[in-house]
């Protein structure tokens, strides 16, 4: 999914597209940019390269089909970035501190830009957080149902926010309101992109405001 996914309206159809065709799919007409009704915008990929974020949750695909694009039924796998967007993730050989393998995957935000001493200390907290006996498979295996990547990612989570006095995350809430959200958000844009690729556009009746999903908020702490 190397392309940007472009959107112009014209004649009451929003068309979706690699480039601006010729002419209207719908109506014909030629199609230069005076005549459209508005400039196309570009639809921001979903997928971003974790190794160029701090501090975000991340949800890659699991590293047995790194090769795979999204489907939507994949194995997920999870986890967190440092501030200088080495990916630590937890698998049967404990916490692995990536540097590649992660160039396409859904970044979260955890800390709020503003948050200045709690980035100062996220590295370090990372580290720690990693090299306790929780995660060492000398002293806990790990398990595909209940001690997984998942696992890592949410209880770090929750030592950051008891750290602020703050109570913790069930894992139905951080599943149900942090993965499945944007995992949809996947879905949509790999179908959408399938489409074009195939057809060349995707063309909907026009709709009024309101139909944009609402943006990520900068950070969770
Ligand atoms: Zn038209």
């Not at 999914?1 to 601006?20: G, T, W």
């Not at 890659?60 to 967190?80: K, Q, V, Y």
């Not at 489409?195 to 139909?211: A, C, L, S, T």
């Amino acid at each position: 999914m190397d392309l940007n996914v472009i959107r112009l309206s014209h004649c009451q159809k929003e068309i979706f597209c690699f480039s601006v065709p010729e002419e209207c799919p719908s109506c014909g007409e030629e199609l230069r940019g005076s005549r459209l009704q508005e400039a196309p915008v570009s639809l921001p990929s979903p997928l971003s390269n974790a190794h160029k974020t701090s501090s975000c949750l991340l949800v890659a695909p699991a590293h047995d089909n790194h090769s795979r694009e999204f489907d939507g039924t994949s194995d997920l796998h999870t986890g967190i970035s440092n501030t200088s967007g080495v990916v630590y993730n937890y698998t049967h050989g404990g916490v692995g501190r990536d540097q590649t393998g992660w160039e396409r995957c859904v970044s979260i935000p955890l800390v709020r830009p503003d948050m200045f001493h709690l980035l100062a200390q996220w590295d370090q907290y990372l580290d720690r957080f990693s090299d306790g006996p929780m995660w060492d498979p000398a002293w806990h295996r790990f398990d595909e149902e209940h001690h997984n990547c998942f696992t890592f990612c949410l209880q770090f989570i929750n030592s950051v926010l008891a750290a602020q006095g703050r109570s913790s995350l069930s894992r139905e809430t951080f599943t149900h309101s942090f993965i499945l959200p944007r995992m949809r958000r996947v879905t949509k844009y790999t179908t959408l992109y399938q489409h074009i690729q195939k057809h060349r556009y995707y063309m909907v009746d026009r709709q009024e405001d309101g139909q944009e999903d609402t943006p990520d908020k900068p950070g969770f702490f």
